[in-house]
């Protein structure tokens, strides 16, 4: 059994639910769904649709009455396996859930107290039959202030607007209260969240630069104690450029790692481990919609925590969000391989030492084999055994084996030995064609067809890409698919560096990669003046190169620059 959310839609009653009657009857259900959310999971198996409900039918029914009003929250499922005792999971559930507070403060107390003994969030979520995304949401709680909760508790607050304000900082919140107190209008639900993250006005309290640097106007409020910048635009260049010296600065102090949130995101340090500088710490920026930046100095993420715990550090650690995604890796890939291979064709000499490769070694792509030599009979088998010519072949396998460096292998063919053949082509002919052509024909030719069946995506295109000497300003230019498929923030900021400039990136830190990928193509354009000539991506060289630390890349096989031999040749074809 394992605990999941899926969507309403996916789910639908089971045949075998045992409920037969009874279950149209909701209304006692209601009022905790839409304040608490489901508790006890449904119990579930799946089809070929999504899945069917084993136990949870009065549940299923008050979610389903619940979606007519617009509630659209996932709903928390146990998945049965094969071999699950049905009653006995559901059970166990509800007994598990039965010791769950019926409070959303007293559950966040419970879950808080446990996390404090050490426990993480699945074990959490685990001791009590819950999803570990309920735990993360009652958690979230954590960082409400007390009169909020308490005016929550005496039903002054609905749900909705607690959950909202588990969004906002301690500042954010103390000014929603005292709207809240007063007789002004003080936003809820929805409308908190944009008074929350619109960002119309940012207070000059929240600067982390010298005001005086500031060129637009300053607004002052007449019936309050702040002021406010009247140029958004002005402030933003100047705030990111001050993030960007803190950054430095902690990096320069020893921290790992600083990770800038996007603008407006939340920093959940709930789901986050304290953990020093010298057990491998974080700096986590969390800026706000309005400007105000809070540091959170000395964190993990509980994965990253319970990997530093379990002294599992001389295993790779898996990384969770890779620079590029597969497609942008399929993208860069294919246009690498079309630059080398066309290359290539330029260069013989080189072809037919890789061709020769390829039929010892063989690759995903080529079939060659040598021939099995398979004998009828034992008497023909020692026939052939003991003939001079077979002899003879052996010793020279032998030498070819031994100026290949595989001497101390099994006595077997030098060929790769591949499961299949290509169809549809006379080898006789073929030959005869080839035989009536003079060398430079026949290398040109060759060249072509070991380009054709050169593998993408391998170590062997960075080999042949530095030993060509290949440029991509040759072959390729950042279109609109290369934009639309680069997706890392932090990426994109370093080529932002690259080609406009260190002043440029500091500026636009906490732009969003939309803005940033433009300054790139601006550049690119010659609307915007670049500080970079000829500029290509680091994933363009060969060897291609990322711009973080998660960057994951093919690493050349074979001969290096200085191993390429009668290569040379090629340069005078």
């Known amino acids: 059994m394992k605990l999941e959310h899926v969507s309403l ?21 209601l009022p905790s769904l839409r304040s608490l959310g489901v508790l006890q999971p449904l119990l579930v198996q799946p089809n070929c649709e999504g899945f069917e409900i084993v136990a949870g039918q009065r549940r299923y029914a008050a979610l389903t009455k619940l979606a007519e009003e617009g509630y659209a929250e996932p709903v928390p499922v146990a998945i049965m396996e094969d071999g699950d005792d049905a009653k006995a999971i559901e059970a166990s559930l509800a007994e598990n859930v039965a010791r769950l507070p019926m409070d959303e403060i007293d559950q966040y107390k419970a879950f808080a107290a446990l996390k404090a003994k050490g426990l993480d969030v699945g074990e959490i979520a685990a001791r009590f039959g819950v999803t570990e995304r309920l735990v993360n949401q009652r958690l979230a709680i954590a960082g409400i202030i007390e009169p909020v909760l308490n005016a929550y508790r005496r039903d002054e607050i609905d749900a909705g607007t607690l959950r909202v304000l588990t969004m906002a900082t301690p500042r954010q919140q103390k000014a929603w209260w005292k709207l809240f107190r007063s007789d002004d209008y003080a936003p809820t639900g929805h409308a908190l969240r944009e008074w929350l993250f619109g960002g119309a006005q940012v207070p000059v309290g929240n600067a982390l630069f010298d005001v005086s640097v500031y060129k637009g106007a300053i607004v002052a409020d007449l019936f309050g104690k702040d002021s406010y910048f009247a140029d958004a635009d002005a402030f933003w260049p100047l705030q990111n450029a001050a993030i960007a010296a803190r950054r430095d600065a902690y990096l320069a102090q020893g921290w790992s790692g600083v990770v800038v949130l ?33 540091f959170h100095e000395g964190f993990l993420s509980e994965k990253e925590a319970r990997h530093a715990k379990t002294g599992a550090a001389a295993e790779p650690v898996k990384i969770a969000r890779p620079e590029l995604t597969k497609a942008m890796q399929n993208y860069l890939g294919l246009h690498r391989h079309a630059a080398v291979r066309t290359e ?3 260069c013989p000499g080189m072809a037919l030492r890789l061709a020769a490769a390829h039929m010892i070694a063989g690759s995903d792509l080529w079939t060659v084999s040598a021939d099995p030599q398979r004998a009828d009979n034992d008497a023909i088998s020692e026939s052939l055994a003991l003939a001079q010519a077979q002899t003879g072949f052996a010793e020279e396998r032998k030498r070819i084996r031994a100026l290949l460096g595989i001497e101390d292998e099994d006595d077997g063919p030098v060929a790769a030995r591949s499961r299949g053949y290509r169809d549809g082509l006379s080898l006789a002919d073929t030959f005869a064609s080839l035989m009536r052509m003079d060398d430079p024909d026949v290398l040109r030719i060759l060249a072509y067809v070991m380009a054709e ?4 995506h391998t170590g062997m295109v960075e080999t042949l890409g530095a030993l060509l000497g290949t440029d991509m300003h040759r072959w390729w230019t950042p279109d609109e698919t290369f934009f639309g498929l680069m997706r890392d923030k932090e990426a994109i900021n370093a080529m932002v560096r690259e080609i406009a400039g260190e002043g440029t990136a500091d500026a636009y830190l906490t732009s969003t990669a939309k803005v940033q990928k433009k300054i790139v193509s601006d550049c690119l354009a010659g609307i915007r003046e670049a500080q970079a000539k000829d500029w290509l991506p680091r994933y ?3 060897p291609a190169q990322g711009y973080t630390a998660r960057y994951v890349g093919k690493a050349a096989e074979g001969v290096t620059d200085g191993d390429s031999g009668d290569a040379d040749l090629d340069e005078a074809a």
């Open 9 to 29: 839609e996916q789910l639908k009653l089971s045949p075998l639910n045992v409920r037969k009657k009874g279950g149209g009857d909701v209304a006692d259900l």
């Open 344 to 346: 290539l064709l330029a």
């Open 453 to 456: 069946t050169l593998s993408a």
């Open 540 to 542: 363009m060289a060969f």
């Open 262 to 294: 996007d603008a407006g995101q939340h920093f959940a340090q709930w789901s986050h481990v304290k953990a020093g500088k010298k057990k491998g710490g974080k700096v986590f920026v969390a800026i706000t919609r309005d400007g105000e930046v809070t």
